[in-house]
């Protein structure tokens, strides 16, 4: 047992998609890489971590997000703004997987082989990931989608605020980046953004249908 039910449900309720930073609270680094330790910890589909972490500090970038980020808006002012890359089809190839499970994670080769295939029957077969380059990034973007959410109940853990931010021209996103060394296309592209600081004002109180609305147990 690591924390109470009601200190992490407290945490859940605290956590809101935070409309207003305040621009003069900055999170400290050590909060900060803890928040970022998270993500490098998290779960994702066979291992293979598809994800890289922009932390995006600098002013001028961050103003030219504002035109191509709607979804930003009144956030590109917070302490910390990140942007989630995803991998593409293309740079999640056989090499990337086989350096992953034989060198990261110390996978025996016989093993390597057996994830391989099992792999390909997935990739092709179960989620039919290589129909179109799109159907790939967009799996690898939800592995992603994880480390944010583990991210975000982190921050709140320890009473940072945050917003996710899929607001945004995708492939406007992605020029900028490519344009200012960031990104290189054939590898990543932009999956979402998320703004971490410190609320300008209290939220109202959380509003969620009823369990008994989106849970239905099958016994
Ligand atoms: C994947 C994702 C993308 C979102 N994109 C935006 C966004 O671009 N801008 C924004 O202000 N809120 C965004 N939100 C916040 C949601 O609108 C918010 O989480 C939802 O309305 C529930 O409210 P709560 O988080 O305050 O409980 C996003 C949330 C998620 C999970």
Redo the contacts with the bound molecule.
């Keep these: 047992m690591f924390a109470d039910k009601q200190t992490v449900l407290d945490a859940f309720h605290f956590?809101?998609?935070c409309?207003r930073y305040d621009p003069d609270k900055k999170i400290s680094r050590e909060d900060f890489d803890f928040i970022l330790e998270t993500a490098r910890l998290s779960p994702s589909s066979f291992g293979l971590e598809p994800w890289r972490f922009l932390v995006i500090q600098n002013p001028e970038l961050r103003r030219a997000l504002a035109p191509l980020a709607w979804?930003?808006a009144e956030?590109l002012d917070c302490s910390h703004f990140m942007i989630l890359l995803a991998r593409t089809a293309d740079a999640t190839r056989a090499g990337y997987r086989h350096r992953m499970w034989s060198e990261v994670h110390a996978i025996a080769a016989d093993v390597v082989e057996q994830r391989e295939a099992k792999f390909s029957h997935f990739a092709e077969h179960d989620f039919r990931l290589n129909e179109t380059p799109r159907a790939f990034n967009d799996w690898t973007a939800k592995q992603s989608?994880i480390a944010l959410a583990n991210m975000m109940t982190a921050a709140a853990l320890i009473g940072i605020d945050s917003?996710?931010?899929?607001?945004f021209d995708q492939a406007a996103v992605d020029q900028l980046l490519a344009d200012n060394g960031l990104l290189d296309p054939a590898e990543h592209r932009t999956a979402?953004m998320a703004a971490f600081g410190y609320r300008a004002a209290e939220?109202r109180a959380?509003t969620r249908r009823a369990a008994a609305e989106v849970v239905q147990w099958v016994e």
């Design positions: 956590r809101h998609a409309k979804g930003a956030k989608y917003t996710a931010v899929e607001g979402l939220p959380k």
